[in-house]
């Protein structure tokens, strides 16, 4: 069974910075690209960020573009969010989802549980 | 405001059809394929539709895709009660290189 486990959430003040965890299991690691998407309070779905199957290759939405990187460890089948200068509208669940070819696209699934990103200002 | 433009709402009594639209642009729903997800609240998103009109397995034949030029459709037949959820369409942009996914649609059963 494929499964994504979403992990580092917590509330940090506004400037700050964060990495979220997301631990896969039940596929081949490399194989998939893998993306981020969150949603703040009171609002739609947000694609965020995502990479490539290899590692090579990343993106990122225009609003954290600078701000936060995307990274996948192949040895602990995990891949993560590094989310530095934190701000208020970053305020939103958190969650991994698994691509279903090489490169990103928005076939995701399926999808962790979500952790929760608080930034107070 | 979304690159992909949804209703904020639909509704429909059970057992009736709804359609929901996605309109984008060229570079994205004309150039690329689009999915589509259900969201409750605090729970993960379920993919409905892939590639405009794939369902995965376990998605029954009341969920149907389509795509035409720069929009795509969600069609859901037979409404139940459970279906009241969030719907969101979702598509690749290759003018940003970046994932998109449209504002999404509350389904009310009535």
């Known amino acids: 069974e494929v499964q994504l486990l979403e992990s580092g959430g917590d509330l940090i003040q506004s400037g700050g910075s964060l990495r979220l965890s997301c631990a896969v299991s039940?596929?081949?690691?490399?194989?998939?690209?893998l993306t981020w998407v969150r949603q703040a309070p009171g609002k739609g779905l947000e694609w965020v960020s995502a990479v490539t199957d290899s590692g090579d290759d990343t993106h990122y939405a225009d609003s954290v573009r600078g701000r936060f990187t995307i990274s996948r460890d192949r040895s602990k089948n995990t891949f993560y969010l590094q989310m530095n200068g934190l701000r208020a509208e970053d305020t939103a669940v958190y969650y991994c989802a698994k691509g279903h070819i090489e490169r990103p696209t928005l076939w995701l699934d399926p999808w962790g549980q979500g952790t929760l990103v608080t930034v107070s200002s | 405001q979304s690159v992909l433009t949804q209703p904020p709402s639909v509704s429909a009594a059970p057992g009736q059809k709804v359609n929901i639209s996605c309109s984008g642009s060229?570079?994205?729903?004309?150039?690329?394929?689009v999915s589509w997800y259900q969201h409750f609240p605090g729970t993960a998103p379920k993919l409905l539709i892939y590639e405009n009109t794939k369902r995965p397995s376990g998605i029954p034949d009341r969920i149907s895709g389509s795509k035409s030029g720069t929009s795509a459709t969600l069609g859901i037949t037979g409404l139940q009660s459970g279906d009241e959820a969030d719907y969101y369409c979702g598509t690749w942009d290759s003018s940003q290189s970046s994932g998109v996914f449209g504002g999404g649609t509350h389904l009310t059963v009535l």
């Open positions: 039940g596929f081949t690691f490399t194989n998939y690209a």
């Open positions: 060229s570079s994205t729903i004309g150039n690329n394929y």
